[in-house]
């Protein structure tokens, strides 16, 4: 574990996920676990020679094939046309974006990362990059992972709630089905009597031999 927060301290904490993995913190136990850590293209050569140092390796360049770059940056919703379908929302990793459904969206300054994942979901292009120094662009990245894990708990607990919910219904249909055949039950050993009644009163006795006397015994003691 303490190997994973000296990865993940050094990691630019913008969750991104171009490194293959959802988050920073996810990046860094994949490290651990032995992927390449040249896979940071945000953190550029600075971070490569920090992990280097950290696990004893010698990667000499970082691997461009998970570019591109994101610089100090932020995003802005353009209000007047966004149409409030949402998409940017569940795109956001760690919740930056606030509004409702055909509700006009807005950023939330002090946690959006500027990691462009919202930018590609959005319908009308409505979102753009708005650059900034280095200083006001760590401030989020920052608490980024703090946020990130609250949205990602937040998403565990809404499909658990879901499948509780789900399991209710289950359970519901389920004791109305075992009432429905216990139910069904009694009434087919009711059915079962008095189709034994039947038979005994019907022509069919004759099959057994059985007398007058025998068929009122029967039906009295079935009584």
Same mark, same amino acid.
């Given at each position: 574990?303490?190997?994973?927060? @000296?990865?993940? *301290?050094?990691?630019?904490?913008?969750? %991104?996920?171009?490194?293959?993995?959802?988050?920073?913190?996810?990046?860094?136990?994949?490290?651990?676990?032995?992927?390449?850590?040249?896979?940071?293209?945000?953190?550029?050569?600075? !971070?490569? *020679?920090? @992990?280097?140092?950290?696990?004893?390796?010698?990667?000499?360049?970082?691997?461009?094939?998970?570019?591109?770059?994101?610089?100090?940056?932020?995003?802005?919703?353009?209000? $007047?046309?966004?149409?409030? %379908?949402?998409?940017?929302?569940?795109? %956001?990793?760690?919740?930056?974006? !606030?509004?409702? !459904?055909?509700?006009?969206?807005?950023?939330?300054?002090? @946690?959006?990362?500027? %990691? $462009? &994942?919202?930018?590609?979901?959005?319908?009308?292009?409505?979102?753009?990059?708005?650059?900034?120094?280095?200083?006001?662009?760590?401030?989020?990245?920052?608490?980024?992972?703090?946020?990130?894990?609250?949205? +990602?708990?937040?998403?565990?607990?809404?499909?658990?709630?879901?499948?509780?919910?789900?399991?209710?219904?289950?359970?519901?249909?389920?004791?109305?089905?075992?009432?429905? @055949?216990?139910?069904?039950?009694?009434?087919?050993?009711?059915?079962?009597?008095?189709?034994?009644?039947?038979?005994?009163?019907?022509?069919?006795?004759? &099959?057994?031999?059985?007398?007058?006397? +025998?068929?009122? !015994?029967?039906?009295?003691?079935?009584?």
């Amino acid at each position: 574990m303490e190997l994973i927060d @000296l990865i993940h *301290k050094e990691l630019p904490q913008i969750q %991104c996920g171009r490194c293959d993995t959802p988050g920073c913190k996810q990046y860094a136990e994949a490290i651990v676990n032995g992927s390449p850590h040249d896979r940071c293209v945000p953190g550029g050569f600075k !971070t490569l *020679k920090k @992990l280097n140092a950290i696990t004893n390796t010698n990667y000499i360049s970082v691997n461009s094939e998970y570019g591109p770059t994101i610089k100090s940056q932020k995003v802005k919703i353009i209000e $007047e046309e966004c149409i409030g %379908c949402k998409k940017c929302i569940s795109a %956001c990793p760690v919740d930056a974006i !606030t509004g409702g !459904t055909n509700m006009m969206h807005s950023i939330i300054d002090d @946690l959006c990362t500027g %990691c $462009e &994942l919202c930018i590609e979901p959005c319908p009308v292009d409505c979102i753009e990059i708005i650059p900034l120094s280095d200083q006001d662009a760590a401030k989020p990245r920052e608490v980024s992972q703090f946020f990130y894990d609250s949205k +990602e708990n937040l998403t565990i607990n809404k499909k658990r709630n879901k499948l509780i919910n789900f399991s209710n219904k289950n359970m519901e249909i389920s004791d109305t089905l075992n009432l429905q @055949l216990k139910n069904r039950n009694i009434d087919k050993s009711k059915m079962i009597d008095e189709m034994q009644n039947k038979i005994i009163k019907s022509d069919l006795s004759k &099959l057994h031999r059985f007398d007058e006397n +025998e068929i009122n !015994t029967f039906l009295q003691d079935d009584n």
